[in-house]
């Protein structure tokens, strides 16, 4: 940020904070309200008191407002599980980790499904790269530690594969599949490799 005259660096700081923080948490009611197909920059400025303008040149568009929503709550996500307290942060036995992993993972993707689900079907690998990346690491590390000598890297994406956006809406939406029968598919997929029979390698 480029400061001019004696204006403190400082407070402007605090400013752009503070009015990221009304425009993304305005937003966050918009869409949870009307779908993203509501979010609406002129009705985001109204709600967040801030110029229409000073929008725009935040986040560029509405789809830049949208991606935004992502990223704020992703930060908090990956915090989550890199860092935070046991269950999803470290502390705890591998197979643990994961569940709670898994689980987070379906809460986090079911509460902005409608935005998620914009974002990876964007492009025809929209959904690969980025948080993906960062997902199928983390899993592969505690997979490792929880049954050495399995093929990690691909049971990591066989672990994400039911929570891929367009999946689970078509899922909950159009089968009435529940979330907590998804974290429960998911768990029955974790036991199989995580549980070892006698005398197996």
Do not use: C, W
């Not at 089968?175 to 199989?192: P, S």
């Amino acid at each position: 940020m480029t400061v001019n005259g004696m204006t403190s660096p400082r407070r402007e700081r605090a400013d752009a904070a503070r009015n990221r923080m009304k425009i993304l948490t305005a937003a966050a009611e918009i869409v949870a309200t009307h779908g993203v197909e509501g979010l609406s920059m002129a009705e985001v400025a109204a709600a967040a008191g801030v110029g229409v303008g000073t929008l725009y040149r935040r986040f560029g568009d509405r789809s830049g407002l949208a991606y935004a929503l992502i990223d704020e709550r992703e930060r908090e996500f990956q915090t989550a599980f890199i860092e935070g307290p046991p269950p999803l942060g470290p502390g705890v036995e591998a197979p643990a980790r994961i569940r709670a992993f898994l689980h987070a993972l379906t809460d986090r993707t079911v509460e902005q499904l409608d935005l998620l689900l914009m974002a990876e079907t964007a492009a025809p690998l929209a959904r690969f790269g980025g948080a993906y990346d960062g997902y199928h690491a983390h899993l592969s590390m505690l997979i490792a530690q929880a049954r050495p000598g399995a093929d990690a890297y691909v049971l990591a994406d066989a672990l994400l594969a039911p929570l891929a956006a367009p999946l689970l809406a078509h899922r909950l939406r159009d089968h009435g599949v529940t979330a907590e029968r998804v974290k429960g598919g998911l768990d029955d997929l974790l036991a199989a490799f995580t549980t070892r029979t006698p005398g197996a390698p």
